[in-house]
C-alpha cells in the first residue's frame, strides 16, 4: 500500500501525478484547525506532509502521529518548530540553491528601484507629471562603485555578491555567523561585525533566516548608526527587523529609502504606514516568484518528500540527525 500524505499547496498537474504515482494524495487547501479537523483520518493516517507557508507546530503534529518527514516548499523553514520535528523524529526537507540565483535578482531589483525611484517616478509618469524636461527633484542616486554591506552571506548573499562585484563594482562588507572564504577570494568581500558594517555601507541588505537569534536584530539603535544616506533592503525574513523602528528611521531621516521584499505580517496590513512613504519600494515576496523558479522549487520539495520517505536524507534535509 502506498503511504498517505496531505498535500497543503497546490501543484502543476504532473508534479502532483509524480505524487500520486507515489503516495496516496489528501490535498486540503490549509493547515488551520478546521481543516485539520474537517480531514482528521487523513491527517491521523498521513506520513508525509508537503506545501508552504502554513505554521507547523506541536498542536498540528499532535493531529498527525503517523508523520515521519515534512517537505517545505521554500528554502526557509521558520515556520516550522524543529525543535517538535525533532522530538518525534520527523524528517523535514527543505529547497535551497533551486532559489538562490531568482532571489538575488530580485534583491538587485530592490537596490535598484529604490535607489532610482523606479516606482515613484515611473507613477508620476503614469500620472501625467513629466510635462518637461526633468529637474533633481526626479533624481536618485547611484548604485554602481558604492558600499554594498550583506548581512547574511549564505547561498543568496554569495549570489548578490556576485552581481554587485562583477556587474556594479561595488566594494562588499559583509557579517555572518562565520566568515566565507569563497566570498572574500572571488568578491573581495570584507568580513566585519554588524555595526562597522552598518556604519560603513551605502546599501544594506538582510538576507537572513528568522531564529530566536534574528529577530528583531535590526532595531532603533541599529538604524540610529545607518548613514543617514543608506538604502535598506530586507529580502530575508520580515520579523528580522523592528518594523516600527524602520518607519521611524525613514519617517526621521534617519535612512535615506527601503525595498522590502518581506514584512512582520504577511501579507502587509494595507493600512501599514510603510505604503504611505514615497521612499519605499514594497514588494510582495516575491523573492523566487518566477515561473521556472517556482516550478523547480515544487519539483524539488515533491523528489526531498520520495527520498525523505524511503529514508534518503543526503540532500536537502534539515535535520539527518533524527534519522540515527
Ligand atoms: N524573499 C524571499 O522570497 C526569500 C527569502 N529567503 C530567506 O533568505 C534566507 C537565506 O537563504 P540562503 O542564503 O539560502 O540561506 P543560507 O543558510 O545559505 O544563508 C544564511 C546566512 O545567514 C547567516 N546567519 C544566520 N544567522 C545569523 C546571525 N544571527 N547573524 C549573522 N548571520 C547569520 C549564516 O551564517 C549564513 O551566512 C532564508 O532562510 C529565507 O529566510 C530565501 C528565499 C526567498
Ligand atoms: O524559499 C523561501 O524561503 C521563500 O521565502 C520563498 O521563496
Request: charged fraction near 25%.
Amino acid at each position: 500500500m502506498k503511504p498517505s500524505i496531505i498535500l497543503y499547496k497546490a501543484l502543476p498537474d504532473d508534479l502532483k501525478r509524480r505524487l500520486e504515482e507515489h503516495f496516496t494524495v489528501t490535498q486540503v487547501a490549509n493547515l488551520r484547525p478546521e481543516t485539520v479537523e474537517q480531514h482528521a483520518d487523513a491527517f491521523a493516517s498521513a506520513e508525509g506532509l508537503l506545501g508552504s507557508s502554513e505554521k507547523v507546530d506541536a498542536s498540528l503534529l499532535a493531529k498527525m502521529p503517523k508523520l515521519r518527514a515534512a517537505s517545505t516548499i521554500s528554502v526557509g523553514y521558520d515556520t516550522f518548530d524543529v525543535d517538535a520535528l525533532n522530538a518525534k523524529n520527523i524528517l523535514l526537507m527543505h529547497t535551497p540553491t533551486v532559489l538562490t540565483e531568482t532571489v538575488a535578482d530580485t534583491i538587485m531589483a530592490l537596490v535598484l528601484s529604490s535607489a532610482r525611484r523606479v516606482v515613484e517616478v515611473a507613477e508620476r509618469v503614469k500620472k501625467g507629471e513629466w510635462t518637461k524636461s526633468i529637474g533633481p527633484d526626479w533624481f536618485g542616486v547611484d548604485v554602481h562603485h558604492k558600499t554594498l554591506g550583506i548581512v547574511g552571506m549564505g547561498r543568496i548573499g554569495l549570489a548578490l555578491a556576485q552581481r554587485a562585484h562583477f556587474g556594479f563594482g561595488m566594494p562588499i562588507l559583509y557579517n555572518a555567523r562565520r566568515q566565507h572564504q569563497e566570498a572574500e577570494n572571488r568578491f573581495q568581500a570584507r568580513y566585519c561585525d554588524l555595526d562597522t558594517l552598518l556604519k560603513e555601507s551605502d546599501y544594506v541588505v538582510l538576507v537572513l533566516p528568522y531564529t530566536q537569534e534574528t529577530h528583531h536584530l535590526i532595531n532603533a539603535e541599529k538604524f540610529a548608526i545607518m548613514k543617514s544616506s543608506a538604502i535598506f533592503v530586507n529580502a530575508g525574513r520580515g520579523p528580522v527587523v523592528d518594523e516600527e523602528a524602520l518607519i521611524a528611521a525613514l519617517k526621521n531621516g534617519e535612512i535615506h529609502a527601503a525595498g522590502l521584499d518581506v514584512f512582520e505580517k504577511e501579507p502587509l496590513p494595507v493600512d501599514s504606514p510603510l505604503l504611505t512613504l514615497p521612499n519605499v519600494v514594497a514588494l510582495p515576496h516575491i523573492g523566487s516568484a518566477t515561473h521556472e523558479t517556482r516550478y523547480g522549487m515544487a519539483a524539488c520539495a515533491v523528489d526531498n518528500l520520495i527520498d525523505a520517505l524511503n529514508g534518503n536524507v543526503e540532500k536537502n534535509c534539515v535535520n539527518p540527525q533524527v534519522m540515527k
